[in-house]
C-alpha cells in the first residue's frame, strides 16, 4: 500500500525559509498530481501548491504563490516545498498528497509535518 511520508518541518523565525519533502513508498499510482495542504490551528484545511507529475505545470494559492515553490522528482516519486520568506501565519500543520487516479481526488495523504514560525 502507498504511503506518503513527510519531513523537514519545524521552528523557524519570521523571514526564514524551510524545505518540506514529501516521498511515496510501497507501491505505484498513477494519479497525475502530487501537492501540499495545511491546517492551522481552529482552520479547515487549506490547499497550498500542486504540481502535476506528467506535465510539471504548477498551481498556488494566492498566498503561497510568491514566496513558495512547488517541485516534483518522479523518478523518486517525490515532491517538495521550498518555503521562503515565512509568516507568523504560515505556521501549521503541512501535509503532502496525491492524487492515485486520473482526473481524480486528492486520496492519498501523509501523516503531516509541523511548521511553526515565531515572530
Known amino acids: 500500500q502507498v504511503q506518503l511520508v513527510e519531513s523537514g518541518g519545524g521552528l523557524v523565525q519570521a523571514g526564514g525559509s524551510l524545505r518540506l519533502s514529501c516521498a511515496a513508498s510501497g507501491g505505484t499510482f498513477s494519479g497525475d498530481y502530487m501537492g501540499w495542504f495545511r491546517q492551522a490551528p481552529g482552520k479547515e484545511r487549506e490547499f497550498v501548491a500542486q504540481?502535476?507529475?506528467?506535465?510539471?505545470?504548477?498551481q498556488y494559492a494566492d498566498s503561497a504563490r510568491t514566496r513558495f515553490t512547488i517541485s516534483g522528482d518522479n523518478a523518486k516519486n517525490s515532491v517538495y516545498l521550498q518555503m521562503n520568506s515565512l509568516r507568523p501565519e504560515d505556521t501549521a500543520v503541512y501535509f503532502c498528497?496525491?492524487?492515485?487516479?486520473?482526473?481524480?481526488?486528492?486520496?492519498?495523504w501523509g501523516q503531516g509535518t509541523q511548521v511553526t514560525v515565531s515572530s
Open positions: 498528497a496525491a492524487t492515485t487516479t486520473p482526473g481524480g481526488k486528492y486520496e492519498l
Open positions: 504540481v502535476s507529475r506528467r506535465r510539471g505545470n504548477t
